[in-house]
């Protein structure tokens, strides 16, 4: 804008008009007075002085020193009034970080890879069964498991494999470790169905003492399951990850999970969302309208938690939405602001992908994460790449919303959508028998920046009225997980849609 030079006039008439609009009115009592006029008041006139004492001078230096006593009067009166604003309003200071964990946390992946199934690939992770393993081992005083369905034994879906014998294994271990060490068992299940109850915990009810509480989503919620998988050690370790408390998840079906060792910064944080399950597991118990303080996290997307010796941030969402105290993140909230957030690609493996409700009696059409990846390969020219799970429970009405999706590949330069399917094929008439085995049952999500590492299926039941986490991080352990997608996708298990 074009810069206008000063008119002294202009200014003068100005000057006098706010006076005059000020209500300002003096009566001229004699004729020699100084008046609050422009006409007596110049101050880039050489006449004026600071130094001027006459009756009526606008300035004198005695001013100063008034104006600046003033001035520490108002800030010495309204700073307590501000602070006091500040302590019942702690929002108006903006998210709170936590401090960083010091921690010497042991933080990896873990998978289980099927009977047989071999990469021509050197990109292993440490067993789940090995993992397990280890948190019972390194047990010391109590141990807080969460999950919907327990099947660790053979006989416990009526088909005796040798294949169940690391779930056999690691069922017995629980039981030693409970007895040897004298440790606490604390179990939240799913409401189990009457014809098709929990036998491995009512056993560990009768032998071991275990306490068990089942969560009835149908009357907290009016519908869903509680499908966590949460192994919880001394509120210092921890596995979360896609794998039930199933013998298959351990030598038959595809698993990814995340194991924390050592690390009570986030183990604490965890513990506050098996807490939740507890509460609500509790006969007549329901969803408060608000959660108790001591179930709020400062741990989420906008102020994750540093782990200083891991080079990692980390935050722990939850689903569904009700279940999340203040200041949790809700899985979907941590997916799609994981998805927007991605400038270069997103790529997800994940057993069902579904953008609709799949166990209502009315379908309810939820295209929330899939208008997202639009979005993303659209306006940015995010590279967007699916691997979902090829096997003999597949809905055949997803494949019409997978092709829906890929049909946009290519739709302007550098839309880049892709969609393949992986199958965990049987290589014996033995395996083929299992019943509900060989597939990929991952569910996680990796762009150039971040990691997601859930228990859920991707349909709108799962984020509505399931039961679920979240493991949220940036840092080193994201190049494994972008390893082991790149692995599966390249895989001759892989192939396109």
Same mark, same amino acid.
């Given at each position: 804008m074009e810069k206008t030079q000063d008119n002294p006039e202009k200014n003068k008439m100005g000057f006098k008009n706010l006076l005059m609009n000020g209500g300002l009115e003096k009566k001229q009592k004699k004729k020699n007075s100084r008046i609050l006029s422009f006409d007596s008041i110049d101050v880039f006139e050489d006449n004026f002085s600071i130094s001027d004492?006459?009756?009526?001078?606008?300035?004198?230096?005695?001013?100063?020193?008034?104006?600046?006593?003033?001035?520490?009067?108002?800030?010495?009166?309204? &700073?307590?009034?501000?602070?006091?604003?500040?302590?019942f309003n702690p929002d108006l200071l903006g998210p709170i970080a936590p401090p960083p964990c010091s921690d010497t946390c042991d933080i990896s992946l873990v998978e289980s890879i099927p009977e047989n199934l071999v990469y021509n690939s050197s990109v292993l992770r440490k067993s789940t069964y090995s993992a397990w393993k280890e948190l019972l081992n390194i047990s010391e005083s109590r141990i807080e498991l969460a999950g919907m369905y327990w099947t660790l034994r053979g006989k416990d879906i009526q088909y005796e494999d040798e294949s169940a014998w690391q779930g056999e294994d690691i069922f017995k271990n629980i039981k030693s470790a409970v007895k040897e060490k004298g440790l606490e068992l604390w179990i939240a299940?799913?409401?189990?169905?009457?014809?098709?109850?929990?036998?491995?915990?009512?056993?560990?009810?009768?032998?071991?003492?275990?306490?068990? !509480?089942?969560?009835?989503?149908? !009357?907290? *919620?009016?519908?869903?399951?509680?499908?966590?998988?949460?192994?919880?050690?001394?509120?210092?370790?921890?596995? *979360?990850? @896609?794998?039930?408390?199933?013998?298959? @998840?351990?030598?038959?079906?595809?698993? *990814?999970? +995340?194991? *924390?060792?050592?690390?009570?910064?986030?183990?604490?944080?965890?513990?506050?969302?098996?807490d939740v399950y507890w509460a609500l597991g509790a006969p007549g118990a329901s969803v408060p309208k608000s959660w108790p303080d001591s179930l709020s996290t400062q741990i989420n997307l906008d102020t994750p938690v540093s782990v200083l010796n891991s080079h990692l941030s980390v935050s722990i969402s939850s689903s569904p939405p009700p279940f999340c105290p203040q200041g949790r993140d809700s899985d979907i909230e941590a997916i799609l602001r994981t998805i927007d957030s991605a400038k270069e690609f997103v790529r997800v493996a994940v057993m069902d992908y579904y953008p609709a409700t799949l166990y209502r009696s009315h379908t309810q059409f939820w295209p929330v994460i899939d208008n997202a990846l639009r979005k993303a390969a659209i306006e940015r020219k995010v590279k967007v790449? &699916?691997?979902?799970?090829?096997?003999?429970?597949?809905?055949?009405?997803?494949?019409?919303? #997978? !092709?829906? #999706?890929?049909?946009?590949?290519?739709?302007a330069p550098g839309v880049h959508i892709r969609v393949r399917m992986f199958r965990v094929p049987s290589f014996t008439p033995a395996q083929k028998?299992?019943?509900?085995?060989?597939?990929?049952?991952?569910?996680? #999500?990796?762009?150039?920046?971040?990691?997601? +590492?859930?228990?859920?299926?991707?349909?709108?039941?799962?984020?509505?009225?399931?039961?679920?986490?979240?493991?949220?991080?940036?840092?080193?352990?994201?190049?494994?997980?972008?390893?082991?997608f790149q692995r599966d996708w390249n895989s001759s298990y892989a192939s396109d849609l």
């Open positions: 004492t006459r009756p009526g001078t606008p300035c004198k230096l005695s001013y100063f020193p008034i104006s600046i006593i003033l001035i520490l009067i108002i800030i010495i009166v309204l &700073l307590p009034v501000f602070n006091h604003r500040l302590a299940q799913n409401q189990p169905n009457p014809e098709e109850p929990n036998l491995d915990t009512e056993d560990l009810e009768q032998t071991v003492g275990a306490r068990v !509480r089942s969560l009835n989503f149908t !009357r907290l *919620v009016g519908a869903g399951i509680l499908h966590t998988k949460l192994w919880l050690v001394d509120r210092k370790h921890f596995y *979360v990850g @896609s794998a039930n408390f199933d013998w298959r @998840s351990l030598t038959q079906v595809k698993e *990814v999970g +995340v194991l *924390v060792k050592n690390c009570p910064c986030l183990a604490e944080d965890m513990g506050k969302i098996w790449e &699916l691997l979902l799970s090829d096997w003999d429970h597949t809905i055949p009405s997803m494949l019409y919303y #997978l !092709r829906s #999706l890929q049909a946009l590949n290519g739709v028998k299992v019943p509900f085995g060989r597939v990929n049952h991952n569910k996680y #999500l990796v762009t150039e920046s971040t990691g997601f +590492v859930g228990t859920s299926n991707w349909s709108a039941d799962y984020f509505i009225s399931t039961g679920g986490i979240g493991f949220v991080f940036a840092g080193a352990l994201r190049n494994d997980l972008e390893e082991l």
